[in-house]
């Protein structure tokens, strides 16, 4: 693959970049930050943000639809679980056609629900995915299923179920499995309802017991008092669940029986629509390119792949934004038979980006990552905003103490993956991350500048810093000091040197 400056220049149209600046000290009735700092801070973030002059740029084509689940939404299959932290197809289709990726080896260290992988099937290229979260891996291994083991009498039998809804006049009820976090998530008769379903839905052939388990995971948000929020998991009221002062009202919860009919008729319509693709489905060709799944942590799984193996990596590693998965998809790893140990472990195995994570000790866990972590050791805006950090914990300013190990244990990590992404890398090989910037204690995170200097440090020639023309609004603890003052959204395209 060679990524030359006429190929790189028709991702981007000539513009002036706009000049981004951390915020200024808020009101005196704001929390009392050292502004000093913050002003010092922004000073140097100008600086770093100058050595990229001419590669931070917007790009008009890459809507918030496109860098987002939302354009998934009209798409066959994709569109069945809602994987709200996942990019579009559209987009993996964008960037293999202007990068001229389609006839290599695509890699997605942080596969979530196999958008990068399926895409690039489609187009003909082999792909694979590392993914940590249990149902992560089952809506990859169900897309694997559809595409390679599913046949037309299995399709009827998905159809028989929506239609005669069997499990209803069942006298066996599973148990449905519960965590701490979990208990009391939905109504009486929906429970029994779930119980009923699971039970006769053991008695057909192992593809469609699959098929069927999967719908569940797909309504389970709708059918629930439970609806996800970011960071965790918010109630509603009818709960009895007490979460704040606020009264929280999450609308229409649906029947367990409506809603899971209503999902497998959308899922049969796409299998059947499969035989004669209309335009629900994105032009594939002759034969799809194989797809790989490797079930477990990125930090354990890429050390061991092979050395120049891959054309390209396109990815969306999670963001360092407190946002915890395995809470906010707790329903789902609780209906999977995870344990309270398993989601400690999960939690802890996850890249660090919420305030439970406890330091990893990166150096002991691979020795081979001592040029990595020097990477991020010379970080100087890295390492400014940690002692920033540090100091606001240390003045009880943070509103949770948790912040600082959750920021510097995620550029360390990020360093490591960004190193090993390069070891697998073919030279010339195309690196293509979907990220956000953040803000804590009042100082924006240039994440898209820290990490794109390591990557520099790491081998990789920063080729564009693709800015989405609409940025990212603050948090709801932030929105008092800093209004609706936006931050970049950006996809960072490197090059393998």
Known sequence: MNLDAPTVQTLTRRRRTPEYKLPVAPDVADPPH????????????????????????????????????????????YRWYKYKEAFSAGMIEYFVENLGLSKGKLLDPFAGSGTAMFAASSLGMPSEG????????????????????????????????????????SKVVHSVNALRITNGAYPSETLEGLGKYLAVAE????????????????????????????????WDHRSGRRQGKKVFDKGKILPFNDAISA???????????????????????????E???????????????KSATYD????????????????????????????????VKLRQDMLSCTVENRAKNLAEMNPKWKKAINAADQQQLLQEILKYLD???????????????MVRGYFYEMACVIAECGRVLKRNGCFVMVNDNVRYAGVGISVDIILSDIAQKLGFEVVNILVLPNGKGNSSQQMGAHGRESLRKCVYVWRKK
């Open 291 to 305: 797809v790989t799944l490797h079930s477990g942590s990125c930090l354990d799984i890429l050390p061991v792949l």
């Open 34 to 77: 050292d502004f000093e700092a913050i002003e010092r801070l922004s000073r140097l973030n100008g600086e770093f943000e100058k050595q990229f002059n001419g590669k931070l740029k917007i790009e008009p084509a890459l809507s918030r639809p496109l860098v987002s689940f939302q354009a998934n939404k009209h798409r066959a299959v």
């Open 130 to 169: 590392i993914e940590l979260l249990p149902i992560g891996q089952q809506i990859i291994k169900t897309k694997q299923l559809i595409d390679l083991k599913i046949t037309p009498g299995d399709i009827a039998v998905l159809s028989r179920w929506a239609t005669a809804q069997p499990w209803k006049s």
């Open 203 to 234: 008695k057909e052939n192992e593809r469609v017991h699959s098929m069927l388990v999967f719908a569940l995971l797909c309504i389970l948000e709708s059918i629930s008092f439970t609806r996800k929020d970011g960071q965790y998991l918010r």
């Open 263 to 289: 999902k497998l008729n959308d899922m049969v319509f796409d299998l059947q629509a499969k035989a004669a693709p209309d335009d629900l489905f994105a032009k594939s060709p002759s034969k799809p390119g």
């Open 312 to 343: 390209c990596i396109i990815t969306s590693p999670p963001y360092c934004n407190r946002y915890d998965y395995t809470r906010t998809y707790a329903l789902e790893l609780a209906l999977q038979g995870i344990t309270e140990d398993g989601l």
């Open 391 to 405: 100091t606001e914990k240390d003045r009880g300013i943070l509103n949770n103490n948790g912040i600082p190990r």
